[in-house]
């Protein structure tokens, strides 16, 4: 490990201490695997926290990443980070709801990690498709979040959830699986036109 992938296991492992959100070592290791794969260099990433997922992307390779996020607090602390890391240049955060933020944005992009609230990832779907590149991939986290059962308060989320899936699932522009990793990882590769 060289200096700055272990500052990086310090601030994930503080994160997951202080249970502030971010994705497990095993989601990240999908992510990081597809991303040198399709030799990943612009990635958009919805919901991105402190910005440690976006922070491994580019120290893995990544060119540029284009990161939404609405809170606050989270928004100093990604800002932070990549001034600490030096990436400040190639990472651009959007401040503000996705909701505003993905309608307005143009471009494509080689990988997109969707990560913010779940109840929004239908209405996000359209966006996401529109920017990703034919051959691009698209990661959608915590789609598996009752294993066991969904809770009576939850049926709402859930509900969301599987309108998701279902559409992502059963789009013909997308060959997509639902890999058991975190609490369910969705991976969506667009498919390349003929
Ligand atoms: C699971 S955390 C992101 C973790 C980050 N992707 C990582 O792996 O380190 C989800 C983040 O999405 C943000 N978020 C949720 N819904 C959002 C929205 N509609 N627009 C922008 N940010 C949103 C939350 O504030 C939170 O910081």
Do not use: W
């Not at 601030?11 to 095993?26: G, K």
């Not at 529109?130 to 066991?148: M, W, Y």
Request: proline share 4%.
């Amino acid at each position: 490990m060289n200096d700055q992938t272990q500052q990086l296991a310090a601030l994930r492992a503080a994160a997951m201490q202080e249970r502030d959100p971010t994705a497990s070592d095993d989601v990240l290791a999908v992510l990081l695997n597809e991303a040198a794969r399709i030799g990943a260099k612009r990635v958009l990433e919805v919901g991105t926290g402190r910005g440690l997922t976006a922070l491994a992307l580019l120290l893995a390779g990544a060119e540029h990443v284009t990161a939404i996020e609405r809170d606050s607090a989270r928004i100093s602390s990604a800002r932070e980070n990549f001034a600490a890391f030096g990436v400040s240049a190639r990472a651009e955060l959007l401040e503000g709801d996705a909701a505003d933020i993905l309608p307005r944005l143009s471009g494509t992009y080689d990988l997109i990690f969707l990560d913010c609230a779940k109840v929004q990832y239908r209405r996000f779907l359209p966006d996401c498709k529109r920017l990703l590149r034919a051959g691009g991939v698209l990661c959608a986290d915590d789609v598996l979040l009752f294993p066991d059962g969904v809770p009576k308060k939850r049926k709402m989320l859930a509900q969301h959830i599987g309108e998701f899936l279902q559409a992502l699932l059963s789009d013909a522009d997308f060959a997509a699986q639902v890999l058991p990793v975190g609490k369910g990882l969705a991976v969506a590769h667009k498919k390349e036109r003929p």
